[in-house]
């Protein structure tokens, strides 16, 4: 029953999700803790999609690109399930930290969701700057893949955040999207500066 897509050389991207098990919906710690492995799978798929897209921005190499859109769709398929889950799970009788938990989880599911679709924006973005052969300068290259590994390197710790419902990381990773957010605006106004010379 389970949907695979598989492309050349590439490993099967398995739509369904794994862990939503409805048996257990009646034990809803063992059920969140089955949506939070459910939302790191799917955020370790935007991962891969941010990486697939900028290593082809970078390299001006358009084969990879089909992957992003397979994974978008697991993703996609991935969220709805988790949502549906998570919903179904509110209706049962919850513990003061479930009823917590579960808005948190449906706001993060559908975060991981716009990362995806980021990711499709850069792969477009990749796609026609290759076509139209648009040159970017070394400096601003450079500036792209400074801002990639800083973001990498956030989606690494949301995951590991997750995975080990570490609060202290967690912050780390609000600290990080600041970061990346002034890194962003001074990148445009470099960018601008560059454009006008």
Do not use: W
């Amino acid at each position: 029953m389970t949907k695979f897509i598989k492309g050349k050389e590439e490993e099967e991207v398995e739509y369904l999700p794994r862990y939503l098990d409805r048996h257990i919906l009646s034990t809803p710690p063992i059920a969140v803790e089955a949506a939070v492995k459910g939302i790191i799978r799917a955020l370790e798929l935007t991962q891969k999609m941010m990486g697939i897209a900028m290593d082809s921005f970078i390299n001006n190499d358009s084969r990879s690109l089909d992957r992003i859109t397979r994974r978008e769709e697991a993703v996609d398929s991935l969220r709805e399930a988790i949502t549906n889950y998570l919903v179904e799970l509110m209706q049962q009788e919850l513990g003061v930290e479930e009823s917590k938990k579960i808005p948190s989880l449906i706001h993060a599911i559908n975060d991981v969701e716009r990362i995806g679709d980021h990711a499709e924006n850069l792969r477009d973005l990749a796609q026609q700057k290759i076509d139209e052969r648009m040159p970017f300068s070394p400096m601003a290259v450079e500036e792209l893949k400074n801002m990639y590994s800083d973001i990498n390197k956030m989606l690494s710790c949301s995951i590991s955040a997750l995975k080990t419902n570490n609060k202290d990381e967690a912050r780390v990773v609000l600290e990080q999207e600041c970061q990346i957010n002034t890194m962003r605006d001074r990148l445009k106004d470099n960018h601008v500066k560059r454009e006008g010379v």
